[in-house]
């Protein structure tokens, strides 16, 4: 079947090759202003959108600076939706991205105020970056300083199934760490404050080799000063008990585990845990009680997922409802399914007995 534009289709179309030019090649650079005629996005901030074109594996520095007011960069593929990266205060209150794109193509920048009121002039760059160096093997420790404010990155080579211990430590500054998939891409773990101090810990147990990336950056800006990171090979966690000790009646069923926090468990910030498994079903409610003898305890009921981090998925926890230091709630999610009864303390290498009572 044979097809004519009629003139109307012809400026609709010119219209539209208009509205999306052609991606800029990097290392590129563009003044903008954000202005109330600005698109505006579903939290009511104003945004500029600039198109560029990235190539697959080369490690790009996304910069955006504004004097006047806190920005927000955003970075799309092309056509779609969610963002790949962002970053809020990556140098003082300009943002600052590094990405590795795994495919080449057209991505946008958005440039964005942190608040609804954010307003002025700001100027975007696109640079490119060398590459990383070979990933190192674990463990590893290295003393540095944050001379770029951008932060810095060490390439550790990591094992499928091992499970890793990531710190990063400095009296100078806040530090923050955040670990990326090989070549800088997405990210699969990030810490800023742990155990109650400033410092930076990551756990985690990479489900494929290669070489990863740890990223020190500073949480608030300024040239932050000298920092110390390390890895270490880090223990399998023990599977978590799905078998109590011990099953009585009290005021209706419950099971009875009796244990020991000793310095062998596992920890979690320095603070040591044992887990239980257990099943809630739809509707179910069950009841928690955890007695600890010789240290404050701590319940927590956690996503399995999540056990071997260092932020882990707290669905609900409790220190003292219960009599004395004793823990007590009322567990009764929305979502029935499988879910990690966590025995801890309140502070720091607490050890002891436990009995942990759960209803049926």
Do not use: C, K
Not at 172 to 191: C, I, M, S
């Amino acid at each position: 079947m044979r097809s004519t534009f009629a003139p109307a289709s012809f400026a609709a179309l010119a219209l539209a090759m208009l509205a999306a030019p052609a991606a800029a090649q990097a290392p590129w650079s563009a003044a903008g202003e954000l202005t109330d005629a600005d698109s505006q996005d579903e939290g009511q901030h104003r945004y500029d959108e600039h198109r560029i074109r990235l190539d697959a594996g080369q490690r790009y520095r996304i910069s955006v600076d504004a004097p006047e007011f806190d920005t927000v960069a955003r970075l799309y593929r092309a056509g779609t939706a969610e963002p790949v990266a962002e970053n809020d205060d990556g140098e003082g209150l300009n943002p600052r991205i590094t990405y590795v794109p795994p495919e080449s193509g057209d991505f946008v920048l958005r440039v964005l105020g942190f608040s609804e009121a954010g307003r002025g002039a700001y100027t975007a760059r696109v640079a490119a970056l060398p590459p990383l160096p070979p990933g190192v093997p674990v463990p590893w420790s290295t003393a540095g300083s944050l001379a770029d404010p951008g932060g810095a990155d060490h390439v550790l080579r990591l094992e499928a199934g091992q499970r890793y211990r990531f710190s990063v430590e400095s009296s100078a500054f806040d530090p923050v760490a955040t670990l990326y998939a090989p070549g800088r891409g997405e990210q699969v773990a990030r810490n800023d404050d742990s155990g109650g101090t400033l410092n930076s810990r990551i756990s985690y147990t990479p489900s494929a080799s290669g070489d990863y990336v740890l990223s020190v950056t500073a949480f608030s800006s300024g040239r932050p000063g000298h920092y110390r990171a390390s890895a270490d090979l880090a223990p399998p966690l023990p599977p978590p008990v799905s078998e109590p000790g011990a099953s009585v009646a009290v005021n209706g069923s419950w099971s009875l585990w009796q244990g020991m926090l000793a310095e062998t468990d596992p920890d979690n910030g320095g603070r040591r845990f044992d887990d239980y498994l257990i099943r809630v079903e739809p509707g179910q409610r069950r009841y928690i009680s955890l007695e600890g003898n010789g240290f404050d305890a701590m319940v927590q009921v956690l996503r399995p997922a999540s056990r071997d981090s260092e932020t882990p998925d707290i669905v609900d926890q409790d220190d003292d409802a219960g009599a004395g230091l004793n823990a007590f709630l009322v567990f009764a999610p929305e979502e029935a399914g499988d879910y990690i009864v966590r025995v801890t303390s309140v502070g720091g290498g607490g050890a002891g007995a436990y009995r942990l009572w759960i209803s049926q």
